[in-house]
């Protein structure tokens, strides 16, 4: 039960955390980007939602009108949900490198503890950081296209949905773990590793994210505060628990 409620605790966190001293310098990127990508976004995503689905209900014949009160909601949260999750993939492809100096500035600011490295250790976590990134994709894409297919599906699109929304939450937080995870040089298998043994936090704390993301205004500031908030999650949760 404190899974549940610590996930969404840690991203209302990440917010509050955005406005302490020495960190604010550390979000201006982040959120300079956020509001450029999703600016246009928004606009384009609703739009396109509302047509969309108005013409999913005029396709319908008489009489499966009455389906309309289940495929409308169906179909509005899963595509935003789809949208919203793919544009902060991109969002945060861009922002990477300052998202990884928000994280460590932040857990700095919360232990005290400033993250030891130099360029030779640098050069080390290229590879390393590339095969990661390569390993999520492909994580992301074996599983992705499925669903989204099964999605397609009357009747099992609804059950799809659910499962959708539980993997789009698991993979916002894998996402934003990355970064604290990653200035300790953990990477992707390591990353999931951890994560397993929390499964409800990850769904609490991504789920959140994801909800955020779908908000006008609040979604401008949801990657630099998930940084923040899953960095906080780090910290907290004893690096979530070592192996």
């Known amino acids: 039960m404190s899974s549940l409620t610590n996930g969404p605790r840690y991203l209302l966190q990440g917010f509050s955390l955005l406005g302490k001293p020495g960190l604010k310098r550390f979000v201006m990127m982040p959120l300079l980007i956020n509001v450029l990508l999703f600016g246009g976004l928004i606009w384009w995503a609703y739009s396109w939602v509302d047509s969309t689905s108005q013409q999913l ?27 919203f999750y793919g544009f902060s993939i991109l969002a945060n492809l861009v922002a990477a490198p300052f998202n990884g100096l928000l994280s460590e500035a932040v857990e700095y600011h919360l232990d005290g503890r400033k993250l030891e490295g130099d360029w030779k250790q640098l050069m080390r976590d290229i590879l390393p950081s590339i095969s990661s990134e390569l390993r999520k994709m492909l994580y992301f894409a074996l599983r ?100």
């Open 144 to 243: 992705a296209v499925p669903l989204l297919l099964l999605l397609l599906i009357p009747g099992i699109n609804v059950v799809a949905s659910v499962l959708w929304i539980l993997f789009s939450a698991w993979m916002m937080t894998v996402q934003y773990i990355d970064y604290p995870m990653a200035n300790h040089h953990l990477f992707f298998k390591e990353q999931r590793a951890r994560l397993r043994k929390r499964p409800v936090l990850a769904w609490s704390f991504g789920g959140l994210v994801m909800l955020a993301t779908m908000i006008p205004v609040l979604n401008f500031f949801v990657m630099p505060a998930a940084v923040a908030g899953a960095t906080a999650m780090w910290v907290k949760e004893n690096r979530l628990e070592k192996r």
């Open 57 to 83: 209900v005029s396709s319908l014949p008489d009489w499966l009108h009455w389906l309309r009160h289940i495929v409308v909601p169906v179909f509005v949260v899963t595509s935003l949900v789809v949208i």
